[in-house]
């Protein structure tokens, strides 16, 4: 199974990114899919979870209500549109699933497949 994902670029404040994420592979429909976040010289961090159904959605405080996270469940294919960018979402990007639903789908180990990451980076 491989993640992949792609969108990631050079904006300036206030613009807006859609990342995308991809999956090939034969796995069964992933319970969680998510996107986390790493800037340099800091731990990654959490920033959206969806579940299968796209009904239940968690974003970190840092991204409500400019982030969006949706999902075609039916391909293991995950978004995340990017409104109102601040310099400081300046990280790479990482897609990631599990085919579990775990209670805590904050936490990196709830998580069991990763993509390699794409760059995106703010200008102020």
């Known amino acids: 199974v491989k993640l992949e994902e792609s969108g990631g670029g050079l904006v300036q404040a206030g613009g807006s990114l859609r990342l995308s994420c991809s999956t090939s592979?034969?796995?069964?429909?992933?319970?969680?899919m998510a996107w986390f976040r790493q800037a340099p010289g800091k731990e990654r961090e959490f920033v959206a979870a969806?579940?299968?159904?796209?009904?239940?959605?968690f974003y970190a405080d840092s991204v409500k209500g400019r982030f969006t996270i949706s999902r075609d469940g039916g391909k293991n294919t995950e978004y995340l549109q990017m409104d109102n960018l601040k310099p400081e979402d300046t990280a790479t990007y990482y897609c990631?699933?599990?085919?579990?639903?775990?209670?805590?789908?904050?936490?990196?180990?709830?998580?069991?497949?990763w993509g390699q990451g794409t760059q995106v980076t703010v200008s102020s």
């Open positions: 969806i579940r299968r159904s796209g009904g239940n959605k």
């Open positions: 990631t699933a599990t085919v579990r639903t775990p209670s805590g789908p904050t936490a990196p180990a709830a998580y069991d497949y």
């Open positions: 592979g034969r796995i069964f429909t992933f319970g969680t």
